[in-house]
């Protein structure tokens, strides 16, 4: 994966709703790129879950179905219908994210496009 960089899964529409993603030396932020759409809201303070590589690999595993551990950096609830709330494990930060995001992230992850060990453009 590219570093430094907010990327998405290829599978993403042009929407601007997704799950956004940047991996930096030992670290990986996560946001909700809906936060942007709205041009009332203030950029510096968008809502970004931080975590380390190594969690963020078993959020990985657990989102790709490889083992049912839940992760424990990070609270990740899924409704019913489908959508997903994402939250640090103390709660301060939240973000939710549709059907259509999570399953387009789901569907990049089980691709590799999130594993912090690709280091090429998706």
């Keep these: ?5 907010w ?10 709703a997704c799950v956004e993603v940047r991996v930096d030396t030992g670290t990986v932020s996560i946001r909700d790129s ?3 759409q709205d041009p009332n809201n203030d950029p510096h303070v968008q809502p970004v879950i931080s975590i380390t590589t190594t969690q963020w690999t ?10 049912s551990m839940k992760p424990q950096a990070t609270r990740v609830e899924i409704a019913t ?3 997903v709330l994402m939250s640090t494990s103390d709660g301060t930060v939240t ?7 999570w399953e387009a992230f789901t569907a990049g ?7 912090p060990a690709v280091t090429h453009a998706a």
């Design 95 to 101: 973000l939710a994210y549709t059907v259509a995001e």
């Design 109 to 115: 992850v089980r691709d590799g496009e999130f594993d």
């Design 58 to 67: 078993s959020i990985l595993d657990w989102v790709a179905g490889r083992t």
């Design 34 to 36: 809906k936060y942007l």
């Design 81 to 83: 219908n489908g959508s």
């Design 7 to 16: 990327r998405k899964a290829t599978y993403s529409n042009n929407q601007g």
């Design 1 to 5: 994966m590219i570093t430094g960089v």
